[in-house]
């Protein structure tokens, strides 16, 4: 699948992460915050926006195989946070744009976001409503050639930084799943506000915010796609967020285990080093090859994605099997490095935390399981 084009591509993401991210990477944890315009702009200047998207648009033009790569090599940073903050940006709070959006939304918000003069966000969660989606209640109502939105969106990432978000909205009084549509909320309209920061157990250097909207005005043309169809898009979209999930955890498992297998060689304990104990050898070996057989996994899904197959089963069973296996991964790595490994001044607290979102953002191991279990007939 990857040819010498995705190898060069990969060297420059992977030198990137070594020379512009990971220097930075405390000074950005203890801040709270990245400067994501300033390293959008680097990266866009780059070409590493809009892989998939029209030329016509910032975009790049490539296949999906290109998105694979870069999410591996993002999730090989010494943060989790820059492959979700990247992720959001490019893979889930665009996707639904370029595929439907009018050529007048697209100019004046995706290529400036694939050009990284813009931040991008998506906004789906409320208070009161999560994995039920159909839940949501912030709402648009039509004033002449406006929408007037009313409402809040939570766990909102890039939320802080973000110039317009790709906001799920109720556009009528149907019910559950019917009435929504999808909007681009410029963050600079007056009525929108962040109403706080929220403070997380990982991924801290990724701004979350609790966003509200207070008769916030935006031209209905602003509209993704068509009105009403804002659910099915956006069940679209979290496919695209779910692959892009399992991709990044597969490189920050491979770096995880790389870095502990170095560490335990030299760790001297009774005489000898750690690594010539053959439990731990066979216990990393396993979960080597647990990694593969998903890494192998999310090439088939990007095949059968890059040949226009339905990618939702394969995206299902990439994100829990990710998120399952990555707590595994980075319990075991911190496990193997004893005290040590417990203390912040060492990666293995900083993996563990940020790796614990994989089961619960974008979609949660039950919710990966309950779309499966319908799917296979798995229901009363």
Request: one cysteine or more.
């Amino acid at each position: 699948m990857f040819t010498e084009d995705h190898h060069q591509f990969r060297s420059m993401v992977r030198s990137f992460v070594e020379q512009e991210i990971n220097p930075h990477v405390d000074a950005w944890e203890a801040d709270g915050m990245m400067p994501l315009h300033e390293i959008f702009a680097e990266m866009g200047s780059l070409g590493m926006f809009g892989l998939e998207y029209d030329e016509a648009f910032g975009g790049q033009g490539a296949d999906h195989s290109f998105t694979v790569v870069m999410a591996e090599e993002l999730g090989r940073a010494d943060n989790g946070s820059i492959g979700m903050a990247v992720g959001v940006h490019t893979d889930m709070a665009t996707p639904s744009l370029h595929k439907y959006g009018s050529e007048n939304l697209k100019r004046t918000y995706l290529a400036p976001a694939m050009a990284g003069e813009m931040v991008a966000a998506v906004a789906v969660t409320e208070p009161d409503a999560g994995s039920d989606v159909a839940a949501i209640r912030t709402h648009a109502s039509r004033d002449g050639d406006q929408w007037v939105i009313n409402g809040s969106k939570m766990y909102i990432t890039n939320g802080l930084q973000a110039d317009w978000i790709c906001a799920l909205v109720r556009t009528s009084g149907e019910g559950g799943h019917l009435g929504m549509s999808q909007i681009v909320v410029p963050t600079d309209a007056p009525g929108f506000a962040v109403s706080k920061k929220l403070d997380k157990f990982g991924m801290r250097a990724s701004d979350t915010g609790l966003l509200t909207f207070t008769d916030m005005r935006v031209p209905v043309e602003n509209v993704i796609g068509e009105v009403g169809r804002g659910f099915q898009q956006q069940m679209a979209q979290f496919v695209v967020e779910r692959m892009w999930a399992a991709y990044s955890a597969v490189g920050g498992m491979e770096r995880a285990l790389t870095r502990t297998r170095d560490y335990l060689k030299e760790r001297i304990v009774f005489g000898e080093p750690l690594m010539a104990n053959a439990h731990i050898q066979y216990r990393l070996a396993e979960l080597a090859a647990e990694v593969d057989l998903l890494k192998q996994y999310n090439y088939t899904a990007a095949r059968a994605i890059i040949s226009g197959d339905d990618p939702t089963r394969f995206a299902t069973i990439a994100k829990l099997k990710s998120g399952k296996l990555g707590r595994e991964v980075a319990d075991m790595c911190m496990q193997y490095h004893g005290g040590v490994g417990y203390m912040e001044e060492t990666w293995t607290a900083r993996y563990l935390r940020d790796t614990r979102l994989g089961a619960i953002g974008g979609g949660s191991d039950e919710t990966m399981l309950a779309v499966l279990a319908r799917m296979d007939g798995y229901t009363a």
